[in-house]
């Protein structure tokens, strides 16, 4: 064969393999474009959930000063003032000796052992001093005081003691939040509270009531009440997942789970 | 016969063997069509086997024309963009009429009609980019295009018409008196390595039909 055919014939494989280079080259190019793309959305939404996150720590924060400030009020000021009320009043039935003055004592007595338990649950130091299942042994027990309600707790001993202070702080706002619901809604009679372990290194603290439960379609969209929310984001604080089960008619359980991060890296 | 025409083989039964999975999708119209291909193939070897050369040229010029409608036709059914389907879905009378004109007016009944596959090439490349420029846009960026069957249908056409542009384009001076033997001997290395990398994308598609009708078969 001449030579300028064997060129030519050579001229073709190579510029069809180049074409099919070409081809290959374009789509190792869409890969890359890709790729790009979607990493930099991921990181996009990664700050926006960290920004999330360091907003809401600060709206937490302001809100745990605030109740602080207030049980402190509480204790400083009304209760104290309301304590004189009770020592005055005590030395007037001494002098007048009125039946009616048992009746206010017994008010005042009352008014002022409950502003004790709202500047305690207001004031976050008292959690950080007795631990989260004391405190929330300690709600559930306020619960039974009111005779309203029979209730139960359920923990082993040293449960959920690898949470930190502040992680401690935001469970208890959330089951505070939860029981808030409870007493406003539910119509129970009937609360308990249990915490139980998942293996080694989860626990799952659960709120069940009796009350009238409620159709879990309402949870779905823009339904969630400002108190769920409320839930959820400071359980995503947490790295704690929230489950609902609710049925019309046959009360309702709230789990959350909580796992232990240093145990799963 | 050849690898390629293995590879055809390969194909046809891979398509046949995830019918299930194929029936929900316009991927199923790939079994008659690789039946029908495989049938031509099969006519073409026999052709060549009894001597009967230039009698397989009608055969390939209408097949040809089968094979643009029906790869128009299922971009037709794979762009999102409007615009995208309209171009595909007027592609399909387009290269038609392209190739009775050529047939009549251009090449006859007794040349390979390469200005149709010239025509048609270049749409499905162009098509081709297209689906890869529809992934990029950002509606697209969560999925997972590797485990999207018809990239590699995409991925086997554009390497295929590529690469065979140069083959085609000659092909007369290929079939040339002086360079007969070796022209065709470089045309048919070239276009079977094509055909093996067009027809294993394809089954590499059917495959993953499977798997994704399996994947979201599972329960959640």
Known sequence: MPKQQEDFLITIVIASVFFV??????MI?????LRRQRKNRMEKEDMRNRFEQTLLNTQLEIQEHTFNYISQEIHDNIGQILSLVRIN???????FGEDNFDTTDELLGKAIRDLRNLSHNLNSNRLKEIGIVEGLRSLIIQLDKTEKYTTEFISPENALSFMNNDHCLILYRMV???????LKH???????????PKGNISYFVTITDNGKGFDMKALQGQN?????QNIFSRAKLINATVKVNSKEGEGTSIIFEITNQKSIK | MTVAFLFELISLFTAIFCYK???????VFFIPFLLLTCVIEFIGYLSILYAVREQNYWIYNVFTTCEFTFYAYLFMHNFKLPFLRKVAFFFIPLIIVFSITNFIFLQGTDHFHTYTILFGSFFIVLFCCCYFYEWILPEQINQNLLKQPFFWVCVGLLLFYLGSVIINALFEYLRSSDMEKEGRHIYGLINRSLIVILYSSFSISFILCRNNRKISSLPS
């Open chain 1, 21 to 26: 280079l070409i081809g290959i080259f374009l």
């Open chain 1, 29 to 33: 190019l869409v890969f890359y474009f």
């Open chain 1, 89 to 95: 009043m005590n030395v007037l039935s001494e002098k």
């Open chain 1, 176 to 182: 505070q939040e939860v029981i808030h619901n409870i």
């Open chain 1, 186 to 196: 539910a119509n129970a009679t009937h609360i308990v509270l249990e915490i139980k």
């Open chain 1, 224 to 228: 969630t009440g400002i108190g769920l």
């Open chain 2, 21 to 27: 999975d194929l029936k929900a999708t316009k991927m």
